[in-house]
């Protein structure tokens, strides 16, 4: 029997990864916004990234053990480090300070600049047709941020610039699949954070509650998926087709913020966030078909719709 993989069935794999990915990462933000109310970022960043290299710690034998760690493409690694460094500063500084789901609509530029990077960085091919899908995804963030003279205020730049990191990480962990494990990407990145989070957790320490610690190791906890998860599809497909996949974690942010925080989102927020599920959706179509992405629609929307149309029912 060939053990030769499919390509779909490559990519089906890689979209599970994703998708892991997303939810573990929404998990992240849920428990950020939660104690970000009490507890400052330093202290945040520190405990998360703590928790987070300790699960991955634990689960090194799984990855082939600490030798896995040995690179000799240290720079490369020390890059996304930087990356990882600005994205998670820059998102949970805004986060901390707007609505979830806002803030997860401005971090969505990331998968357009992926999309665009990926023709310099990694010499992929995106076509005329993909490139206006990306276009048409623009549009429909800039329809849910509806710029004005408040958009470009201190939290929502921080954001901007954790999108460009998240990015850059994103693309790097294509450009490293070839050598490096995902379990020494997703280290690395975590540990960054957590050394820089040192300098600063003298002056912002308190000690947190029993709530907060469940807050503070669940954050950890889904930081560590979400790297697995992220790291193990980017290692497997190009970009410019998973990029489309990680919009869904829009709607997860949007279902959060209502029933959490009694968030709703604006008729400007529906129509923009479905251009860019739809601007999505055709990038994915032009890649694999309409079979299989019919089959992956029904997966990652099913739920999500249900959810809403039980709640516009009541």
Not at 94 to 118: C, D, E, K, Q
Request: glycine share 8%; with cysteine; net charge positive.
């Amino acid at each position: 029997m060939s053990n030769t993989q499919h390509p779909q069935d490559s990519l089906g794999v890689a979209i599970a990864y994703l998708m892991l990915g997303v939810v573990a990462g929404l998990g992240l933000d849920i428990c950020a916004k939660w104690v970000l109310e009490d507890y400052s970022l330093q202290q945040f960043v520190f405990l998360r990234s703590a928790s987070g290299v300790a699960f991955l710690l634990l689960c090194a034998r799984w990855y082939g053990g600490l030798a896995s760690l040995k690179t000799k493409r240290w720079r490369w690694h020390l890059l996304r480090t930087i990356f990882a460094i600005g994205a998670m500063f820059g998102f949970f500084y805004g986060l901390a300070r707007m609505p979830l789901v806002n803030a997860m609509t401005i971090a969505f530029t990331a998968p357009l600049i992926v999309t665009a990077l990926s023709v310099p960085f990694l010499g992929e091919h995106v076509g005329w047709r993909r490139w206006l899908a990306v276009l048409a995804g623009f549009i429909g963030v800039v329809i849910v941020l509806r710029p004005g003279p408040d958009m470009f205020n201190p939290a929502s730049i921080a954001v901007l610039i954790a999108a460009f990191c998240w990015a850059g990480l994103s693309l790097t962990a294509r450009k490293l699949a070839s050598t490096e494990s995902g379990f020494s990407m997703s280290v690395y990145v975590t540990a960054g954070p957590l050394l820089v989070s040192v300098f600063f957790l003298p002056e912002s320490y308190q000690s947190p509650t029993l709530n907060a610690w469940v807050l503070f190791i669940g954050a950890g906890l889904f930081s560590a998926i979400t790297w697995i998860g992220i790291v193990g599809a980017y290692r497997r497909a190009p970009p410019v087709v998973l990029a489309p996949f990680e919009y869904t974690a829009l709607i997860g942010a949007a279902i959060a913020g209502y029933f959490i925080w009694n968030e709703v989102p604006d008729r400007w927020v529906l129509a923009g966030g479905a251009i860019i599920m739809a601007s999505g959706i055709f990038i994915v179509y032009r890649e694999i078909g309409n079979v299989i992405t019919s089959r992956y629609l029904r997966v990652f929307t099913a739920t999500a719709a249900a959810a809403i149309v039980r709640r516009l029912r009541k």
